[in-house]
């Protein structure tokens, strides 16, 4: 299982503030906007780049809970993530990345110690498998969402991920096509920073 980095300073609802670099150092800035007319549809910008993506069930949320379904309207860091190894190559990336294994997993429960955090499986409170069937998680980027201070009850599993067909509504992640995702993984790294706007 990928470890997390050993110092993380971030608040639940992110930090903010970061210049826009340069593409050749690493996007420092994404943001991201509900389409016009979808909520559960969205627009991330990059750099030049305008890409489609899908948004959480609930659409965009100021007031995230666990299970509502809503993307955080929020400055979130990329921190690290996840590959799958046996899906295909995929571009590097400036972001540490380290394989999923069959048996990771990440609490979603807001009682357990573990809240929001990754797991060992089998695991005996909620959580959800990061190996999964389809192929959400070939790609997923943990963003610093309630990771520290954690805060009960206000939201877990808040990735950056694959889309599915069509861009139907995530848990409240933010997801792309596999070939956007593509594109982008190259110029992300651990300072790069997603703007949920509304």
Do not use: Q
């Amino acid at each position: 299982m990928l470890s997390p980095p050993t110092v993380l300073k971030h608040a639940c609802h992110g930090g903010g503030g970061l210049a826009r670099y340069e593409i050749s150092r690493g996007i420092g800035v994404i943001d991201v906007r509900a389409k016009p007319g979808h909520k559960t549809r969205g627009l991330l910008v990059a750099g030049n780049l305008v890409l489609e993506c899908a948004l959480g069930k609930g659409g965009i949320s100021a007031f995230k809970r666990e299970g509502d379904g809503a993307t955080p309207l929020a400055t979130m860091r990329l921190l690290y993530g996840y590959r799958r190894g046996d899906k295909g190559l995929l571009p590097s990336s400036r972001l540490p990345l380290g394989r999923v294994r069959r048996l990771d997993g990440w609490c979603d429960a807001p009682s357990d110690a573990n809240y929001n955090r990754p797991v060992r499986l089998p695991y005996a409170a909620s959580h959800e498998d990061m190996w999964r069937r389809d192929d959400l998680y070939d790609v997923c980027i943990v963003m610093d969402w309630n990771i520290a201070p954690r805060r009960r009850g206000c939201g877990s599993a808040i990735f950056f991920h694959l889309a599915r067909p069509g861009y139907t509504p995530t848990e409240g992640c933010i997801a792309l096509r596999r070939a956007d995702m593509a594109r982008l993984l190259p110029h992300l790294t651990d300072r790069t920073v997603i703007r949920v706007l509304r």
